[in-house]
């Protein structure tokens, strides 16, 4: 057990507050899990893929590979890089850097949402520093141009001295973006088309029911992790909850106990919680899903929302660091209510936020540096993931089916076994 991991109060396991959003078809939804979970709770057992599954470890220590993992996923595909209540009023901004692309998004004085490389077009200075923020224009530090919040450049100091240029061809280069289900989602290869409908499919009116776009951001912290996959495997898993998590998740979970389904290229991992052992034989229309199953709806590559249809909501989104032995986490709290003046309720949401980020860096990243570590001395051998663990299988086995889809001659692809 770590440090942090020490340090997190047992009594500080986030209250699960039930929902008011649950309705309809989601609820439909919700009704049909929990009874697979009942089943599963009953029976001692849960999910399973149709065969164990091999991943060689070399596949997260090949820079090569990794380097490849950007180009043919990573800036190919439409990655959810900000909530829409992060840009929430007009003359909004947000700017990150992704997968070492410095971007910024704005929402303009009529609303719209537009995405740019956050690069000056006179010498390329960056132009805001990372964060959120509210302006009318974009100004850039190092000699004050000034770009509206659709990107057009729209002002240059001294620029009687400066000489002639066509202005109209120098704005902020745009990057495909498309607001969906509350979720701003980015392409980071200028002049890629978003089919956002095609790429979400039938996970559309999954994330629809969660109501992102009604949420408001409580908090968001930063922490670093090992390789981009060993972080993202711990996600979809609750296989490791009795173990691992035995004084945190674990008292609020079962272990080993879930159900998996997926969407396309996205999944979800749903966990029964304990609570559920009090319902088993209770009649269906009494269930309630939010306080009986823990949801994790995964956004491919790697943006999980966790808490689901309830008030309070843990959003965890890893991506590649620098190298190939690092990734970057952004760790958010959304709640469904304004953010709340009252301290006791600040002082809940603060214990969520510090429980959160205690588990998933002080238990799962720790653990983690530990088997980039493992897998760094034990090269040309596999990891193997079991049968009950189908939504690691599946990120997998999506990351190989889009590497291939979108190689290009000369990148390397990812080892796989045969079976
Ligand atoms: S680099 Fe931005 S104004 Fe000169
Ligand atoms: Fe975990």
């Avoid at 991943?55 to 190919?76: G, S, T, W």
């Avoid at 006179?122 to 224009?137: D, M, N, V, Y």
């Avoid at 490791?240 to 999944?267: W, Y």
């Avoid at 309720?345 to 980039?372: P, S």
Wanted: with cysteine; hydrophobic share 40%.
């Amino acid at each position: 057990m770590t440090e942090l991991a020490d340090a997190v109060e047992a009594d500080a396991v986030p209250a699960y507050l039930p929902s008011a959003v649950l309705d309809g078809a989601a609820r439909e939804d919700a009704i049909a899990m929990m009874r697979r979970l009942i089943a599963h709770t009953r029976n001692k057992t849960t999910d399973q893929a149709e065969s164990t599954f091999e991943e060689p470890v070399d596949n997260y220590l090949d820079e090569e590979l990794f380097a490849a993992e950007i180009e043919l996923i990573f800036k190919r595909i439409p990655l959810p890089l900000a909530l829409s209540c992060e840009l929430p009023t007009k003359n909004s901004y947000k700017a990150i850097e992704v997968v070492g692309v410095p971007v910024v998004m704005t929402r303009d004085s009529k609303g719209v949402v537009h995405a740019m490389l956050n690069v000056c077009r006179h010498r390329g200075s960056l132009i805001c520093k990372e964060g959120t923020g509210t302006s009318r224009a974009l100004t850039c530090p190092y000699h004050a141009w000034s770009y509206g919040m659709d990107g057009s450049l729209n002002g240059i100091y001294g620029e009687h001295t400066f000489g002639e240029f066509d202005k109209s061809s120098r704005g902020l280069i745009t990057l495909p973006v498309v607001e969906k289900a509350g979720l701003i989602f980015v392409c980071l290869t200028p002049g890629l088309v978003i089919d956002i409908d095609s790429w979400l499919g039938d996970f559309t009116p999954v994330l629809e029911s969660l109501k992102l776009d009604e949420c408001h951001l409580f908090s968001s912290r930063m922490m670093p992790g090992p390789n981009w996959k060993v972080a993202i495997e711990g996600y979809l898993e609750g296989y490791h909850f009795a173990s691992l998590h035995k004084d945190t998740v674990f008292k609020t979970n079962l272990s080993n106990t879930a159900i998996f389904d997926s969407f396309g290229a996205h999944e979800r991992v749903s966990f029964a919680l304990r609570e559920i052992e009090n319902h088993l034989d209770d009649p269906e229309e009494t269930w309630d899903p939010t306080a009986n199953v823990g949801v994790i709806n995964w956004i491919f590559p790697g943006f999980s929302i966790a808490g689901g249809w309830r008030q309070r909501m843990a959003i965890g989104f890893p991506l590649p660091g620098t190298s190939v032995t690092e990734s970057m986490t952004e760790q958010r709290i959304l709640v469904r209510t304004p953010i709340p003046d009252d301290e006791q309720e600040i002082h809940e949401l603060e214990v969520m936020r510090d429980w959160f980020y205690d588990v998933t860096y002080g238990e799962d990243y720790i653990t983690g540096f530990g088997v980039q570590k493992g897998v760094s001395v034990t090269g040309g051998k596999t990891q193997i993931f079991g049968r009950n663990e189908p939504g690691v299988q599946y990120v997998h086995r999506t990351i190989n089916r889009l590497m291939t889809e979108h190689h290009r001659e000369g990148l390397p692809l990812p080892r796989v076994i045969e079976r």
